[in-house]
């Protein structure tokens, strides 16, 4: 399986990725707003899934990026 997305390392911070989206200190970010509803989360309902703009990491469903698209 893919490893977990380092929330700390340099390419969460480059998009201001964070597992958690309600500590979100970003602009950009609504609430309700994560994973899991972004167009981007290959994980379906799973708690951790691909994201194209972190190749070879999962993301979590409950986390959140400044490049966050809404699904549907
Ligand atoms: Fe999560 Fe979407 Fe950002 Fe990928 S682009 S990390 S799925 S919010």
């Not at 201001?16 to 379906?44: I, W």
Request: overall charge negative.
């Amino acid at each position: 399986a893919m490893a977990q997305l380092d929330e700390n390392g340099p390419q969460a911070a480059g998009l201001g990725y964070r597992h958690d989206a309600t500590t979100v200190k970003n602009a950009r970010y609504s609430a309700g707003q994560q994973c899991s509803n972004c167009v981007l989360f290959q994980g379906g309902d799973s708690e951790w899934g691909g994201c194209p703009l972190f190749t070879g990491s999962q993301v979590k469903a409950t986390g959140w990026c400044s490049a966050y698209s809404a699904a549907g």
